[in-house]
């Protein structure tokens, strides 16, 4: 069992940047790949990005590529999401997720809360 923890999320200017942190729980983190997505109101939940358990392999959505970077700190059971040059387009919930196995855009077991991201134009 994994129990997530997000924070770092708030009101940003377009062209701002945020560095969202995912605290987990657990000793099993360590070799669980983790991702984030977001959702915004009246939309689907989306992929945002994934990192592999070792950190190495990493995967992102199109629309933030160049612009988020993720990352996994296993020493302190945290993973992260700096995003930068924000836009209006990127003001949702976003959530840290981790699952066994291989990064991928799917197939995620535990999921965090959440933190509100608001971008203003």
């Known amino acids: 069992q994994v129990q997530l923890v997000e924070s770092g999320g708030g009101l940003v200017q377009a062209g701002g940047s945020l560095r969202l942190s995912c605290a987990a729980s657990?000793?099993?983190?360590?070799?669980?790949?983790m991702g984030w997505f977001r959702q915004a109101p009246g939309k689907e939940r989306e992929f945002v990005a994934a990192v592999g358990w070792s950190g190495a392999a990493k995967l992102y959505a199109d629309s933030v590529k160049g612009r988020f970077t993720i990352s996994k700190d296993n020493a302190k059971n945290a993973g992260y999401l700096q995003m930068n040059s924000l836009k209006s387009e990127d003001t949702a919930v976003y959530y840290c997720?981790?699952?066994?196995?291989?990064?991928?855009?799917?197939?995620?077991?535990?999921w965090g809360q959440g933190t509100q991201v608001t971008v203003s134009s």
């Open positions: 657990g000793r099993t983190f360590s070799t669980y790949a």
């Open positions: 997720a981790t699952k066994m196995g291989v990064v991928s855009r799917t197939g995620y077991d535990y």
